[in-house]
């Protein structure tokens, strides 16, 4: 049997249609290339081993894109690099040690639950990689939540810090990433900062959301402070630590789950780093990025609402005044009935 034609159909009232001339292959292939310092450190700090789990999960959110699209009978997708994305960043905020099972299971619920059944590319409404991420740690905390190094488990620079214990590591080894413990691709912010630099040169990115996100850290951690560290010191640790760099460039910077508006990004970039700050305070757990992320999905399209362009010449007297002749129109509609 042949496969059904998928009608194109273009929403207007969603995210976005049009966000970049370049199309979709070019902008995944030039943010994977942008993560390919985090991984050239991950497998420094944890070694070759961290290549299983990064291909286990780039291969199986391949295989599950298109055996959904198979199976459902629409076309083809994996030749536009969104399912390797989201297998690359899935990999990246786990834990070295994770068994060789559970990116398979965080890309199943990534790419068939969050994106497939919501439509595919363009139509989720959250990030697929945060969320498949989200269900792990719902699932498997534990596992999810451990450092290993050397045989050994250890707690990473941002749990010393919210447990009210001296971090062992440097502004200077979080910035560098140099023999940290944390996640595969989250323990250097230098190579994702470089990654990051990478997509706002090549425009594939905005400033505008990273900047908002990190800036509203560094300020409410500056404000904020903390028992044991100066208040710079501690910003700079808040700053370098967990996944605030990834979340920031990578992962908060999704076409499909952020706002278009350029004021409307700047307000989304400061709620989600308001958000990480909250959590990260009065949480129960020390990391706060991909949840912050998450909920801020959740609030793209009102954002946008709110921040929408109107057409050039049209006042916001001409808007009342048709919105008014709108509702006179319906009223005298259902009088007559």
């Given amino acids: 049997m042949s ?28 943010v994977i290339i942008a993560l390919l310092p985090a991984v050239v450190v991950g497998v420094i700090n944890f070694g070759v081993a961290i ?33 390797v994305l989201t297998g690359l960043l899935m990999a990246m905020t786990m834990p070295p040690q994770a068994p060789w099972w559970m990116p398979i299971i965080g890309t199943f619920f990534a790419i068939v639950v969050v994106k497939q059944l ?10 697929p990689a945060l969320a498949g991420r989200a269900f792990l740690m719902a699932s498997y905390a534990v596992i999810m939540g451990a450092v290993v190094v050397d045989g050994v488990t250890t ?25 940290l413990p944390g996640a595969m691709g989250e323990v250097s912010a230098l190579a994702l900062l470089v990654g990051g630099l990478y997509l706002i040169y090549k425009k594939v990115i905005s400033w505008r959301i990273p900047v908002g996100f990190i800036g509203t850290v560094a300020v409410l951690t500056l404000i904020g402070g903390h028992a044991g560290y ?24 999704d076409y499909a789950t952020s706002p278009v508006t350029l004021n409307g990004q700047l307000l989304y970039g400061v709620g989600c780093g308001a958000i990480t700050v909250l959590i990260r305070y009065f949480g129960g757990f020390p990391e706060g990025v991909s949840y912050a ?45």
């Fill in 293 to 337: 992320i998450l909920i801020m999905n959740l609030c793209a399209w009102a954002i946008d609402k709110a921040f929408r362009r109107y057409q050039f010449g049209v006042t916001k007297e001409d808007i009342a005044a048709m919105k008014a002749a709108k509702k006179a129109a319906k009223k005298a509609e259902k009088e007559a009935v």
């Fill in 230 to 253: 100066s208040n710079v010191d501690w910003m700079l640790q808040n700053l370098f630590a967990g996944g605030l760099f990834l979340g920031a460039f990578f992962m908060a910077t």
């Fill in 51 to 83: 290549l299983l789990p990064i291909a286990t999960s780039v291969a199986s959110a391949v295989f599950f894109e298109w055996a959904y699209r198979k199976f459902m009978k629409k076309p083809d997708t994996i030749g536009d690099l969104t399912a």
């Fill in 3 to 30: 496969e059904k034609k998928e009608r194109i159909v273009f929403d207007v009232a969603y995210q976005p249609q049009v966000r970049t001339n370049t199309d979709t292959r070019r902008i995944m292939l030039d």
């Fill in 118 to 127: 919501y439509g595919g590319l363009g139509k989720n409404f959250l990030n």
């Fill in 155 to 179: 707690a990473t620079p941002l749990s010393y810090m919210y447990a009210g214990e001296a971090n062992p590591y440097t502004v200077g080894q979080m910035f560098l990433g140099a023999g």
